[in-house]
Structure formats: structure tokens, C-alpha cells
């Protein structure tokens, strides 16, 4: 305020005085109002002289667009009647004081003398002044409408970003409700697909599971069951999709293994691993074995683990020969591992992923039992191949082998041999001049076996010449079949025995049931040789009081 007023006081000294004093703002300097602008930088408007009278000026355009209509008496002020003429205005009782936000009108006296003096002073033309107030004019007549203008658009802008908070909220709702319905539907999917299918069944054997591809018309030829998803095998075995992939599932290590494995003895000594199938995954193999295997034909030269097929049969091909060659597989059920078996069921038209469902469960990896953290774990220490004691591995082994039967067996009758297998014990014999080509005949034997994925026994090869006995899985076929000598004069023995003190008598080995593994050795020998067999089953139905009919 004290600012404000000590202006007006020098502003007053200002107008009554020529010799203005500084300003209250100034440093000390007076300073002194700049002289008319020269005719040739200022209009023609501004030619006029300080010191002109009312209505003698001759420049009419420098009049033109002025509006003084409202104090016509200050066009002809002078200078010093100008100040005095300002002395006598109030400045606090005029409306347009201290407005910074508009120009005031020319019909303000304070104005009209501010700017006379501007003219006079030659700081402005007038035309200069006329186009400020003539801005002034339009700001006055059209502000308000600038300021509604803003106002209204305040009001859009605030709507449209409330609009688009609102979109942004809306969006980001949907979005969030689209993730859930998502992240539902795939809840959904997977458990749906856990119900009903199987796309994984472990590491390194699960590459195939995506292709449903099955070859309708060769398993129709074959008259198996057409299957072409996890979910038509888990139908053919009567089960449930999750209790499949529990009984194929690959596991590395597992707590609860689907076999029961344990060593037996071998005859020829060493140790024989056995594993035995759980129930659940026992009664999935026999459907297996019953439903596809059983319905493909192994091939005529084939002879073990085949309905109305035997040691009889194998043998009976090569009796009376001059020549007789045995050759045993190593590791016969184990040599038949997992791409093999799942090649085998492909082969027969079987999908990729069904053939690999039925690969995993009739196949199985070593394991060793470990223990840690205190829990034990059977860990898998080699590849997956054909237990020995499942229920679908004989049938499997004898399938995955017919390509070696068909090619031995064409060498063999290009060469005037005889050839058969009972599981992994392969028999080839001749007579006549064929059986010069002995040695040549081993080595090819022995190659192509070779050639076939499998391994030769080197310690069970055996060369059996018409002098000696000759014996075809333990059955002499030297004129006819038969036992060997020493097996009939056992059991003729064990009999006479029993006749002078008794079966239980003759239990030297301590069998639990003797006389039932009595009469499944004299079957036996029915079996290859009737006529003595049969004389030695009615001995024994005699020591134990049976009536045989005849």
C-alpha cells in the first residue's frame, strides 16, 4: 500500500510539475520523457505538434478511428493542462485501477488523459492507441464469452479424462475378467484333459504322444482293435485315463515301482532277474496280450510261449538229422527294449502315442534301490525293455523276432536246412551233403542274428552229431522224440521205489507237493513219448489208489 500511494504522489509532482522528480521505484536518476518520434520512423498519425489547439490540426487521418466522444475536450489539452486536468482525478474511484486482466475503455477519463499523454509525449501514435483500445474493445465485448469458452472446455476436458479413467477402469475390468475366464477355461482344459488324455508320460519317451495318427486299414486286415488316443487304450483295458497314466507313467525314481523284483537261480548257475507285475498293471498286460498280441501271428517257425506250440513241436522238424546246431540268445527278453516294442505296435497301425501307451506298460528299467532322506527310492539304472514275467513280454519278444525267423529261416531252406526257435533257443539242422556247409552256415546264422539287434550266447552254442545224443530244448531227437535216458530211468526209478516204501519215501529233494511234481514230470514224458508215459502215469495213479480210465 505505502508503494501504491507514494506512485500516485509522484505521479501528481509529475503533472504539476515539468520537472518531474525520480519515481519512488527510481534509483536516483530523472528520468526524462523520450522526444517525438522522427517523421520518417513514426505514421503520418503522429505528425501533430504538442502544442496544436483544438480543431487547428490539419492531419485528418491521424483523427481517424479515435474515440473520444465521451471527454471531446481532451483532444485539444495541452501538456500542462493534461496534468492538471489528471490532478483532479481520484484514482481508487475509478473502476478500471489496477485492472491487469482487460484494457480500459477510452470513455474512462483517466484513460483518455493516459493516453493524450502517451501521444503527446511521443511514446504512442494515436493510431497505435486506437488499435490497443480497439483489442480492448473486442476483449470487452467477447472475454466472457473466451471465458464460458474455457470454462465449457474445463468442464469437456475434465469429462473427457473422467471418459477415459473411466475406459481405463472399464478396460482394465475386462481384462481382468477376461484372464480369469481364461485362466478358468484352462483350469478347466487341463483337468479336463487329465480326465481324458495324456500328452506326457515321462522324460525321453514322451516325443511321440501328440500324434493320434493310427492306420485304420492295416489294423482291420490284422483284426485288432482300431486305437488311435490314450483315452481308446484306457476303454480296451477297462480302466480310468488317470489310472493309465499312472500304470505307464516313465518315473526316474519312484517310492511305489509297478514291479516285484527278485534273482533266481539258473541251472547253468549264475542268477536270473525276475519281476512280477502288480495286479492292476498284471490284469492290464493280460487284457494287452488277449485283445492285440494273441490276434498277430508270430510265424510258423516259432514255437515258444504259442497255444497248441511246445518243445514237441520245436523239436519234432529236426528228427533223425545228421547235423544239429543250437545257438541261445543272451539276454533275450532284455535285448527287446523300448523303441523296439513301440515300433512293433506301430507296425501294426497303432498311433504313435497309443503305440507308446502300450510300449511303457509292457516294458520296465532296471532299478536300484536307493535310500535317502530317510525314504527309499527305486531308481531306474537302464534303459526300459521286457520284464521277464510279464504277462505281454513272451508274446512281444516272439513278434519283435519274426523278421529273424523270416530271414534265417530263408537261409536255411536255400541252404536244405531245417530251422526253429522256442523263445531265445534257436535250433538249425540237415542231413546229406548239406551238412558240409556247416561252417558257413554258423557264420551267417551268427551275422544276421547280429544284424538283428541280438546277441549269440557264447557259452551255449552247441554242435550235435548223429553219433552222440541230440537233443532240441530237451528233447533227444536222435530216431525219435524223446527224453533223455537218464530223466526216464529217474523217474522209472522213483516209482519202484515208491512201490516197496512209499512216495514220501522217494521225496529226497523235499518237495512240498511230491507226487503233483511226480505226475507233472510223468505227463511230460507222455507228452513227448506216450507209450512210456502213459504205462508210468497208470503206476502211479496205482500207488496212489486211482482208478484211470482207459
Known amino acids: 500500500m505505502l508503494r501504491v500511494a507514494g506512485f500516485w504522489d509522484w505521479l501528481k509532482k509529475a503533472f504539476s510539475d515539468p520537472e518531474a522528480p525520480p519515481g519512488p521505484s527510481s534509483s536516483g536518476s530523472t528520468p526524462t520523457p523520450p522526444s517525438p518520434a522522427p517523421s520518417g520512423a513514426a505514421p503520418a498519425s503522429a505528425t501533430s505538434t504538442p502544442t496544436s489547439s483544438p480543431g487547428k490540426s490539419n492531419d485528418k487521418s491521424a483523427t481517424k ?20 486536468r489528471a490532478l483532479r482525478i481520484t484514482p481508487w474511484r475509478t473502476a478500471w485501477i489496477g485492472r491487469v486482466d482487460t484494457i480500459p475503455p477510452q470513455s474512462d477519463e483517466r484513460t483518455a ?28 465485448k467477447y472475454h466472457g464469452r473466451v471465458e464460458l469458452a474455457r470454462s465449457e472446455a474445463k468442464k469437456a476436458s475434465q469429462r473427457a479424462a473422467d471418459q477415459i479413467a473411466a475406459d481405463r ?66 476303454q480296451l483295458l477297462e480302466i480310468s485315463v488317470p489310472k493309465l497314466r499312472w500304470l505307464s507313467f516313465h518315473a526316474v525314481a519312484t517310492e511305489r515301482p509297478h514291479y516285484i523284483s527278485f534273482h533266481v537261480k539258473k541251472r547253468s548257475g549264475g542268477l536270473r532277474l525276475l519281476s512280477a507285475p502288480h495286479k492292476e498293471l498284471k490284469k ?21 510261449f504259442i497255444k497248441a506250440r511246445s518243445t514237441v513241436t520245436n523239436a519234432t522238424p529236426h528228427v533223425g538229422q545228421d547235423v544239429v546246431l543250437n545257438l541261445d540268445l543272451s539276454d533275450f527278453f532284455p535285448s527287446v527294449t523300448f523303441p523296439r516294442v513301440r515300433g512293433l505296435f506301430q507296425s501294426f497301425g497303432y498311433s504313435p502315442a497309443v503305440a507308446t501307451v502300450l ?15 530317510n525314504r527309499t527310492y527305486h531308481v531306474a539304472v537302464g534303459e526300459r525293455a521286457l520284464p521277464q514275467g510279464a504277462p505281454t513280454s513272451p508274446a512281444i519278444a516272439n513278434l519283435v523276432a519274426r523278421k529273424l525267423d523270416r530271414r534265417l529261416s530263408g537261409l536255411a531252406r536255400s541252404a ?20 558240409k556247409k556247416t561252417p558257413w552256415m554258423y557264420r551267417q546264422v551268427r551275422e544276421i542274428i547280429s544284424s538283428e539287434g541280438f546277441v549269440v550266447h557264447p557259452k551255449k552254442g552247441r554242435l550235435q552229431r548223429k553219433g552222440g545224443c541230440q537233443t532240441v530244448t530237451g528233447v533227444v531227437v536222435n530216431h525219435k522224440l524223446g527224453l533223455p535216458r537218464r530223466e526216464v530211468r529217474r523217474l522209472r526209478a522213483i516209482l519202484h521205489g515208491a512201490k516197496k516204501s512209499g512216495l514220501a519215501s522217494q521225496n529226497r529233494e523235499g518237495r512240498a507237493d511230491f507226487p503233483a511234481y511226480l505226475r507233472g514230470k510223468l505227463a511230460y514224458l507222455a507228452m513227448v513219448d506216450p507209450q512210456k508215459g502213459k504205462k508210468m502215469l497208470a503206476e502211479l495213479d496205482t500207488l496212489e489208489g486211482r482208478h484211470r480210465p482207459e
Open 359 to 373: 510300449a511303457l506298460l509292457a516294458t520296465e528299467s532296471p532299478r536300484r534301490t536307493v535310500k535317502y532322506d
Open 169 to 234: 477402469e472399464a478396460l482394465k475390468k475386462q481384462k481382468k475378467e477376461e484372464a480369469a475366464a481364461r485362466k478358468k477355461a484352462r483350469a478347466e482344459a487341463i483337468l479336463d484333459r487329465k480326465q481324458n488324455d495324456i500328452v506326457y508320460l515321462g522324460r525321453s519317451v514322451s516325443a511321440r504322444m501328440n500324434d493320434r495318427r493310427a492306420n485304420v486299414e492295416k489294423l482291420h486286415q490284422l483284426g485288432l482293435p482300431v486305437l488311435a488316443t490314450p483315452k481308446d487304450v484306457a
Open 113 to 140: 488523459i493516459i493516453d493524450r499523454g502517451l501521444i503527446l509525449t511521443g511514446r504512442l501514435t494515436e493510431a497505435e492507441v486506437a488499435e490497443i483500445h480497439e483489442v480492448g474493445d473486442l476483449w470487452l
Open 416 to 435: 536244405g536246412w531245417s530251422y526253429t526257435r522256442y523263445a531265445d533257443d534257436l535250433t538249425l539242422s540237415t542231413r546229406g551233403e548239406a551238412r
Open 65 to 84: 478511428g479515435r474515440n473520444y466522444d465521451a471527454n471531446p475536450e481532451i483532444l485539444g489539452l495541452s501538456e500542462a493542462e493534461l496534468r492538471k
Open 284 to 304: 492290464a498286460q493280460k487284457r494287452i496280450a488277449t485283445q492285440i498280441l494273441d490276434k498277430v501271428d508270430p510265424g510258423p517257425v516259432a514255437h515258444g
